[in-house]
């Protein structure tokens, strides 16, 4: 079939490699993708929100299927263009449609959902600029740090934990009462700090049945030991070692299950991906956010090792056909290392050369942010690459990853030497709190 991925970051290079592999894949379109995914397909210049454009573009090169990277377009009802319209509406659509994309898009909505089908979350409650006033008296009823939450899309950047209560009334009113995320802050959720360990699961429905695909550990902290300012994450690993079986089953019979039940139950059609980002505490799963999409960094370091076929899944979700489907995964470990823009995630520059990218072995390179100009590769963002190796046991991916990260290199490059190294602890206390 002929098939239009949506996007251009690390994440859709990533689907990209893994679709380009399938049987099932005829011909690849990414829109508007980069140079790594013109290397999977071909890449074609079209705006991810120029709905009436990709539509033209999927009706003119005869598209079976288009698959939805970002969170955007689907929160903004690229999903709805397609049913709407009758010459669309036989193409396979892996995204929800815009009232299922609100469990990403509303923090508040996703909030309620949760509570209404019992899945657990931290305590929270939801304001406006007109009950500013409740929101510091909720925040003066809390231990510290304090969870500030933007309700709406706010490019990564809508969360922000805040050590004291002083710190958290001025940033509430900069959210609600200045508009520090646009309209994205016009509503804002405050909830109870968990502590303990996260996890990345991830899954593919079909609105009813579900496929549990690997899980992953990401590392969101810029420096070294989890320390400096929140990125869009700079290293992931898979499988996470604490979330052994019984974790595993508490997570899917407490979270997955009644998360895919209640969007039934709710009359929320469904097709597509469903990232649950959690936090173990005291050795129960809790729901941080729900993403209607895969992670990035994860989707970098899952994707290599499913072994089943992604668009053979794909192509069941759509069609109501997940149920008894079981993904095959490799059994060893995959590690991803973020090579990063000096100075990011706060001001970094562009158009720095990149060399050193054909002499790697036994690890992929993924392209978050990288164009081309004259033949050579130049930075173009504050995620460059990512770099993924696969080994038969955690020790050997992250060694693997690391030398081929060694090989790399352009102005300013950045890397955290450390991703997976506290998953070398054993036992690992899945415990903490």
Aim: with cysteine.
């Amino acid at each position: 079939m002929n098939i239009l991925l949506i996007g251009a970051g690390g994440r859709e290079h990533a689907m990209a490699w893994k679709i380009a592999r399938s049987p099932l894949c005829e011909k690849l379109y990414i829109a508007p993708g980069n140079p790594g995914t013109e290397l999977c397909g071909e890449n074609v210049p079209l705006d991810p929100l120029s709905f009436e454009s990709i539509a033209d573009f999927a009706l003119e090169n005869d598209i079976q299927m288009v698959v939805v990277g970002p969170e955007e377009p689907l929160v903004k009802g690229l999903g709805d263009h397609f049913k709407k319209d009758e010459r669309l509406r036989d193409i396979l659509f892996v995204g929800p449609a815009s009232e299922g994309a609100k469990i990403e898009g509303s923090k508040s909505f996703a909030k309620e959902f949760m509570k209404r089908h019992g899945i657990p979350t931290a305590a929270y409650r939801s304001f406006t600029r007109e009950t500013v006033n409740d929101g510091v008296d909720f925040i003066n009823s809390l231990e510290p740090p304090y969870v500030l939450k933007a309700d709406g899309l706010a490019a990564g950047k809508g969360v922000i934990i805040c050590s004291s209560a002083g710190e958290a009334v001025g940033t509430l009113r900069e959210m609600l009462c200045e508009s520090k995320f646009g309209e994205a802050s016009s509503k804002v959720v405050i909830e109870e700090f968990l502590k303990g360990v996260e996890i990345s699961v991830f899954v593919i429905t079909d609105g009813s049945s579900y496929t549990m695909l690997p899980s992953a550990k990401d590392y969101k902290r810029v420096g070294e030991k989890d320390t400096g300012a929140n990125t869009g994450g700079m290293g992931a690993v898979s499988p996470v070692p604490f979330a052994d079986q019984k974790i595993m089953e508490k997570i899917e019979h407490g979270i997955v299950k009644p998360t895919i039940e209640g969007l039934h139950r709710d009359g929320i059609p469904y097709c597509g991906f469903i990232f649950f980002g959690l936090m173990i505490s005291g050795g129960e799963p809790y729901v941080i956010e729900y993403n209607v999409r895969l992670g990035d960094p994860e989707a970098e370091v899952i994707l290599p090792r499913l072994e089943s076929d992604l668009v053979e899944l794909m192509q069941a979700a759509c069609k109501g056909g997940l149920k008894g489907k079981t993904a095959r995964v490799s059994p060893g470990s995959a590690v991803t290392v973020i090579l990063a823009s000096g100075g990011y995630p706060e001001a970094y520059g562009k158009g720095y050369q990149i060399t050193g990218t054909d002499d790697l072995a036994d690890a992929v390179l993924f392209y978050p942010g990288v164009k081309e100009k004259d033949g050579m590769l130049l930075t173009n963002g504050g995620r460059v690459m990512a770099v993924t190796a696969l080994g038969s046991s955690h020790e050997e991916a992250m060694s693997r990853a690391y030398s081929n990260a060694r090989k790399v290199d352009f102005r300013g490059m950045y890397y955290r030497r450390d991703i997976g190294r506290d998953l070398l602890k054993k036992p690992y206390n899945n415990n903490q709190d």
